[in-house]
């Protein structure tokens, strides 16, 4: 079975930093596209950040751009974010997800969640002092 697990999350004052742990099993991280995504409370979810199966290529959403890192750890199977400088509007429930084709760039993949084939369950972030 395919499975993805988020970990990391928790509360944590403005300026803090925060890693995000997702570990997949039943598939193999490395050959898909992986992404972060976010939703806030009353707000759609967003795309935060991705990397690409092609090329390794990432991208972030405005909002996080210099605060946020994606990665992935092929041998451990699991993909990071690292969020630095956490601000109360990054409150949301965060999620990883996968896709394995690559037809489309990591920012298309960002603004089009329903072509993620693979969800975890989220992880909550709490930004407050």
């Known amino acids: 079975q395919v499975h993805l697990v988020e970990s990391g999350g928790g509360s944590v004052q403005p300026g803090g930093s925060l890693r995000l742990s997702c570990a997949a099993s039943?598939?193999?991280?490395?050959?898909?596209?992986i992404g972060w995504f976010r939703q806030a409370p009353g707000k759609e979810r967003e795309g935060v950040s991705c990397?690409?199966?092609?090329?390794?290529?990432?991208y972030y959403a405005d909002s996080v751009k210099g605060r946020f890192t994606i990665s992935r750890d092929n041998a451990k199977n699991t993909m990071y974010l690292q969020m630095n400088t956490l601000e109360p509007e990054d409150t949301a429930v965060y999620y990883c997800?996968?896709?394995?084709?690559?037809?489309?760039?990591?920012?298309?993949?960002?603004?089009?969640?329903?072509?993620?084939?693979?969800w975890g369950k989220g992880t909550k972030i709490t930004v407050a002092s």
């Open positions: 997800a996968a896709v394995a084709d690559t037809y489309y760039s990591c920012a298309y993949y960002s603004s089009h969640d329903d072509l993620m084939v693979y």
């Open positions: 039943g598939f193999t991280l490395d050959y898909y596209t």
């Open positions: 990397i690409s199966m092609n090329d390794g290529s990432t």
